[in-house]
């Protein structure tokens, strides 16, 4: 995990610029018509948000870097009318496969696979949505979005189709209705828990999840080869494809659970996910995932936020962050920080792995120039609590479990202490010249991120942004980093594997 370009904001994953406006579904027209788990040897291991009235929230695609695999060459003028090419054969087990991160697939190239997916969706499931009243609800669009969700923390990655709509429930985004297309690679069919905290991931749950109570589950094999799994949860509906050629599919359905009620008859469900085709998507670039490390496990994306939102958590930040600007007070006099806040970084989906974190703001007494005037230098304070992440930095083609990511133009460095204590910094300094028609002062941009691992187990990051000469460089911010205080957390509050 990382904080990609500013740990002072939580993860975005969002669709690459160079993605094609999404397929939707026409309402008009539709009214009209391991545990921990790797497989060792060979035993298996079981198996975004918009606001508004049940708003899409439409699952993107991750853009925050990485080498394409099969993308044609930008320089061959024949690559963008010949697409990726032919998918290589892949002769090992996809369970334990999957693919480096691409920035590039969600582009263009691979749009042809987005629109049949959407195609197949819209068939198989707008009537339903459209009796249920989701979609009148949702602005009359569902859409469909390329996916890659990390494998193992991001040691590799899984890739789909995918598209949710959600229920606002208060403040909070409640997933109503969601389908994924999932191409072969990091995931198996053997039921178990629906988390990222798994490798390989289960593509369908046979323990509770929307209720305490396990589902009523039953698998069952079709003429054609295909694998039909349904998992009955009384108030909401899991269903599953195994399809022949290693593809798979999901779908699930809240009906009542959340207190918003969209109801929609089991075996008219089961007959729209039966419905949909069985894919061939360009599988090259699936890979062998090899050995793994060990990842402290993680927490997992919760609808209702209840730890950002519980007084201990709220409490806990707000006594780190008056210990720290003590601190930081008897490092620089004069700087300033607020009082701070629990947040969890992650992406919002189901079983989607979340780091916990406290983050806060303030100032530095340099002067910098903020929209034509003298102000102090801004910076963003942010804990990361255990669980999810390890020290260290991830390359710019890679998205591992990494914290930092060494972005491009700029400069990082990582090392240990001899306490165990480790650091990554991260530079970048670009000067600004006025060309020669423009008025204007040349001035140099400077953006600076450290982090102090702490041996403990959790760590602390300041990100810091200035234009000019302020006399800022790495080991004054290491300086304030060693005066920070640990945070203040339960030791013993500890993720859990959901439904375990």
């Known amino acids: 995990m990382h904080t990609q370009d500013d740990p002072g904001a939580m993860f975005q994953k969002a669709m690459s610029a160079e993605a094609p406006p999404p397929a939707a579904l026409d309402l008009d027209r539709i009214v009209q018509d391991g545990y921990r788990a790797r497989r060792r040897h060979r035993a298996v291991l079981g198996g975004a948000a918009t ?75 707008a009537p339903l949505l459209a009796e249920s009243g989701v979609l009148n609800a949702l602005g009359e669009e569902f859409m469909i979005r390329p996916l890659q969700r990390p494998g193992n923390y991001g040691q590799t990655w899984l890739r789909s189709y995918a598209g949710v709509a959600a229920d606002e429930v208060g403040s909070q985004l409640r997933p109503v209705f969601s389908v994924e297309a999932l191409l072969p690679g990091g995931w198996t069919a053997e039921p178990g828990p629906v988390t990222e905290q798994l490798f390989p991931q289960h593509l369908i749950g046979d323990v509770p999840h929307y209720t305490d109570q396990a589902p009523a589950f039953e698998s069952t094999e079709l003429d054609d080869g295909r694998t039909l799994f349904v998992a009955d949860h009384g108030c909401a509906y899991d269903l599953a494809v195994l399809y022949p050629n290693g593809t798979g599919l999901r779908v699930s359905w809240d009906v009542d659970c959340s207190g918003e009620t969209h109801a929609v008859d089991l075996d008219d469900l089961t007959d729209a996910v039966v419905a949909m085709p069985e894919f061939e998507f360009d599988t090259t670039g699936l890979t062998p995932v090899g050995e793994l490390r060990d990842i402290p496990t993680s927490w997992v994306w919760d609808p209702a936020d209840a730890w950002v939102y519980s007084g201990e958590a709220r409490s806990a930040a707000s006594d780190t962050y008056a210990a720290a600007a003590d601190a930081l007070q008897s490092v620089l006099p004069g700087s300033t920080l607020s009082g701070g806040a629990p947040v969890t970084l992650g992406l919002m989906d189901r079983g989607a792995v979340a780091i916990r974190s406290y983050s806060a703001n303030g100032t530095l007494p340099f002067e910098t120039i903020d929209d034509g005037a003298v102000s102090d230098v801004y910076f963003d304070l942010r804990y990361y609590l255990p669980g999810g992440w390890v020290p260290g930095a991830s390359d710019f083609n890679d998205r591992g479990p990494e914290i930092h990511v060494c972005k491009e133009e700029f400069q990082c460095d990582i090392w240990g202490d001899d306490n165990g204590t480790q650091w990554g910094f ?65 030791p013993e509050d500890l993720p859990v594997i959901p439904g375990s």
């Open 51 to 125: 606001a508004g009235v049940a708003a899409v929230a439409a699952v993107l695609a991750l853009s925050i870097g990485g080498a394409p695999v099969t993308a044609p060459d930008p320089a061959d003028p024949t690559a963008a009318e010949e697409g990726p090419g032919p998918a290589e054969e892949f002769l090992g087990e996809p369970s334990m496969a999957g693919y480096r991160y691409q920035d590039g697939w969600a582009s263009e190239y691979y749009a042809p696979e987005e629109a049949m997916v959407s195609e197949a969706v819209e068939e198989a499931f």
């Open 426 to 490: 991260e530079e970048r300094v670009v000067d600004h010249e006025p060309g020669p028609e423009e008025d204007w002062e040349a001035y140099t941009e400077h953006e600076f991120y450290a982090t102090l691992y702490a041996p403990e187990g959790w760590a602390v990051g300041i990100w810091v942004h200035w234009l000019g000469d302020a006399p800022i460089d790495a080991d004054q911010l290491a300086e304030i980093l060693r005066a920070m205080p640990a945070p203040e957390y339960d």
